[in-house]
């Protein structure tokens, strides 16, 4: 599975920005997907997931103003980000992941590149 970011920038405090991560490759064995942050001097973060059966997770400190959505036709992981603060500064990156092992699948784990989203104050 291969993953591409699109989407990040600069902001003001309160703005919205959405990002979107185009998705390529076999995912026939992809079990989840994920957003993941990195801000400077800080250790990569969870933002939000969705698993099989469109169970869905936010961060704490993200709820009610993200939202992780995904568009099966267009194969993209969407985030929808509102009221965006300085403090959601970072690196942002697209993930994905196969739990299953069988004769089909192997488990897996694929990164994006990343895109960078900074918001002022």
């Known amino acids: 599975v291969q993953l591409v970011e699109s989407g990040g920038g600069s902001v003001q405090a309160g703005d919205s920005l959405r990002l979107s991560c185009a998705v390529s490759?076999?995912?026939?064995?992809?079990?989840?997907m994920a957003w993941y942050r990195q801000a400077p001097g800080k250790e990569r973060e969870l933002v939000a997931n969705?698993?099989?059966?469109?169970?869905?997770n936010y961060a704490d400190s993200v709820k009610g103003r993200f939202a992780i959505s995904r568009d099966n036709p267009k194969n993209t992981l969407d985030l929808q980000m509102n009221k965006l603060m300085p403090e959601d500064t970072a690196v942002y990156y697209c993930?994905?992941?196969?739990?299953?092992?069988?004769?089909?699948?192997?488990?897996?784990?694929?990164w994006g590149p990343g895109t960078q989203v900074t918001v002022a104050s």
């Open positions: 993930n994905a992941e196969g739990f299953e092992q069988s004769r089909w699948c192997s488990p897996f784990t694929s």
């Open positions: 490759g076999d995912t026939m064995c992809m079990s989840a």
């Open positions: 969705i698993r099989s059966g469109n169970n869905l």
